[in-house]
Every structure is written in C-alpha cells, then in structure tokens.
C-alpha cells in the first residue's frame, strides 16, 4: 500500500476546527475505498461524495458507522438510490427535489436531513437559491406537508478566486441568509442550525465567518 499521511491532515484540521466547533466532511470523492478507511482507522466519521452512484458502490464496502454526506447537485432520478443510507443531503436547490427527498424517506421509513443550497458564488455555474426563492419553497403548502425531510441549514460554495475579501463577503452573506431564515421560520427549534461552507482553499475564511461543516478533500487526500 501507498504510504501517505492522511491521519496527520486529519488530525491537523481537526485541531483548527476545535476552537471554532465545527465539524469537519472529509471529501472522498473519486477515492479508492482504501482511503477512506485509512480515514476512518483515524478517527474520520464524516465522508462527503457528489456523485449519487459513487456513494452507493463505497457504502456497502465501508463500516457501517460512517455518516455519507451527498454534497453535490442531485438530480430528482437520482435520490431513490440514496435514501436508505445517505445521512445528509447538502444541495437541496428547489421544491421539486425536497419533494422527492420527502417521498423517498417515507419509502424508507426515515426522515432524511438537508441543507438548502445558496447560490453565493459570482460564477453563474454553481447550482443554488437566492432567499426570495428559498422564501418561497419554505411558505409553500408543499413544504408544510412533508413529514420525512428534515431542513436542517444552508450551504454554499464561494468564488473559485484569490480574492480573499471576495470570498469572505460570499460566505459572510450565507451566514445572513442562515440567521435570516432562521428567525423567520426555525425560531421554535434548534434542528435549523447547520452552515456548510468553507472547502480546502478557503475553510480558514469559512469558520472565521460562522461555519459549522467545513467540506474539505484535497487537503486531506491530496489532488483527485
Ligand atoms: C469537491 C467538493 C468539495 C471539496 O473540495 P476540495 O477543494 O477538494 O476541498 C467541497 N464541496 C463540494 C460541493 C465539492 O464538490
């Protein structure tokens, strides 16, 4: 087996996040099983992917303990084969998908945990809402129906630039949107309470602005 210093990284970010007490997805994404236990053997619990079929050839072949966080766009198709396990879904962008969720953790018996996703990037690609529209998906009849989804937070990703006051303003802002909402329509619960963002270039900025789940792969597996 290739010699690396995962456990080292782990145990390195981890400390950084302690004072600030957040969690930390280890990003496994397009990493061999492997890694992903050497991981877990030091002490990693949390393991994010972004693609739906990855997730379930990885989850059968790891412990049963390990939390699977989906972080990327999910398409509507694709949830059906990820809700019997997936222990939270970061990038819930409209209705339709929460519908979705929704139905399928009743399938399953479960209520499923997830993040609405925020567009707070410049880039016009990333996925997300903007608060008028997630305004509208937490008003709606639809969403008051739903007794197998849990909306337990907001996640975003920054500009992909050197740009550090760039980037502070983008996750500063998801953390308004996050205090907004929160008072607005979670004041009678703490289930609300998750801010997913910050990534290996810029989770330091992240926790400084209010972070509570930091997503970070290269840094601990080294460049996919
Ligand atoms: C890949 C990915 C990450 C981790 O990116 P790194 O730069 O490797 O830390 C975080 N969040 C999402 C949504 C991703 O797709």
Redesign the pocket.
Known sequence: MVQTNISERLHQIEAELKPFGARLVA?S?THPPELIREAYDAGQRIF?E?RVQEATAKQPELPEDIEWHL??HLQTNKVKYIASFVAMI??VDSLKLLQEIDKQGARNNRVIPCLLQFHIASEETKFGLNEAEARELLESKEYAAMRHISVQGVMG?ASFTDDKNKVRNEFRHLKQTFDTLRQGYFSNTDAFREISMG???DYRIALEEGSTMV?????IFGQ?
């Not at 997503?215 to 840094?219: L, P, Q």
């Open positions: 990003v994404k994010g972004n972080i990327g970061h990038g990703m990534m290996s270039g997503r970070i792969g290269s840094a996919r």
